[in-house]
C-alpha cells in the first residue's frame, strides 16, 4: 500500500512532500553500476560507455521540455520553464550543459564526433529515454513537471561524483567536471518549481497516488538505463553478442 492510499484522506502538503522524497530510496545512484563508478571500481570503458550513453539523455532533455511546453497554456509557467532548455542548449553567456557534457566526454577519452553520431548508445537506453520524451509529449504539462522530480535527489549524485572521481580516476582530465558543477545549483532552483507544481495540483488521493506513479516511472527509466550498461560494459553481453562482435544496433529512426 502506498502512502496516498494509507487512508481515505488525501495526504498533507508536507506528507506528501515527504512520500516523493522516500522514492529517492530508488534513484539510480543506488545502481550497482552508479556504486561501482562512486567506490573507484569502474574500468576505463565502464565510465565511457556511461558518459557515451547518458549523452542521449542530455540531448533528448531540451526536446522533453519543449514538449511540456507545447502542451502549457500557462505563460508565466512557460517563462520559468523555458529556462531549463537554456540551460541545457545554451545562450550567449553560457555554452549550456550539452557541451559542457562534450567537455567531460573529452575529459574521458572519448571524441565529441562519437557521442554527436550517437553510435554508443545502446538500445536499452534509447527505448528508456524515448519513453520517458512520448509520455511527456502525451502527458499534461503538470504531469510532465511531476515526472521532472528525480531533480530531487540529482545534487546528490553530482556532489558524489566531485567528491570521489578525482581520486579514483586521475587519468580524467579534470577540466571535464564542469557539467556536475553547473548542474548543483540549476537542479536545485529547477525542483522548487516542480515541487510547487506537484503540490499546487495533487491534492487528492487520486492526484497524489498518481504523481508518485509518475515520479516512479521516471525512475525506472533512470534504472533501465543503466541496467542495459551494466549489460553491456560489466557482464560482457551487448546487443547482438551472441551473434556478431560488431555494434549493429540502430542509432535512431527518423
Known amino acids: 500500500m502506498t502512502a496516498a492510499h494509507a487512508s481515505d484522506a488525501a495526504l498533507t502538503p508536507e506528507a506528501f512532500r515527504q512520500a516523493l522524497l522516500a522514492k529517492g530510496d530508488y534513484y539510480h545512484i543506488h545502481h550497482p553500476y552508479q556504486v561501482d563508478m562512486a567506490e573507484g571500481r569502474a574500468t576505463p570503458e565502464q565510465i565511457r560507455g556511461w558518459v557515451a550513453n547518458r549523452f542521449y539523455y542530455q540531448v533528448m532533455i531540451p526536446q522533453k521540455d519543449a514538449a511540456l ?24 553567456d553560457d ?19 562519437a557521442l554527436l553520431s550517437q553510435r554508443h548508445v545502446l538500445p536499452g537506453v534509447r ?9 511527456v509529449r502525451g502527458a499534461s504539462w503538470q504531469e510532465g513537471a511531476i515526472s521532472s522530480l528525480t531533480e530531487l535527489f540529482a545534487p546528490l ?9 578525482p581520486g579514483h580516476y586521475p587519468w580524467i582530465d579534470a577540466t571535464g567536471y564542469g557539467y556536475f558543477r553547473k548542474r548543483l545549483k540549476e537542479a536545485r532552483r529547477d525542483v522548487e518549481h516542480g515541487l510547487e507544481v506537484a503540490l499546487t495540483v495533487c491534492t487528492s488521493v487520486e492526484t497524489q497516488q498518481r ?3 509518475i515520479l516512479q ?6 534504472w533501465s538505463m543503466l ?12 546487443p547482438y553478442h551472441s551473434v556478431t562482435d560488431r555494434a549493429v544496433f540502430h542509432r535512431g529512426l527518423a
Open 211 to 213: 504523481a508518485l506513479e
Open 227 to 238: 541496467d542495459a550498461m551494466t549489460l553491456a560494459y560489466q557482464l560482457g553481453r551487448p
Open 69 to 92: 511546453l507545447a502542451n502549457c497554456p500557462d505563460a508565466g509557467v512557460r517563462r520559468r520553464w523555458i529556462q531549463r532548455m537554456l540551460d541545457h542548449d545554451g545562450r550567449d
Open 217 to 222: 516511472f521516471k525512475l525506472d527509466v533512470l
Open 95 to 113: 555554452a549550456g550543459g550539452i557541451e559542457a557534457w562534450l567537455a567531460l566526454a573529452e575529459a574521458v577519452g572519448l571524441t565529441r564526433e
Open 157 to 165: 549524485a553530482h556532489q558524489s561524483r566531485l567528491d570521489t572521481w
Open 127 to 135: 527505448f528508456a529515454v524515448d519513453a520517458y520524451v512520448n509520455f
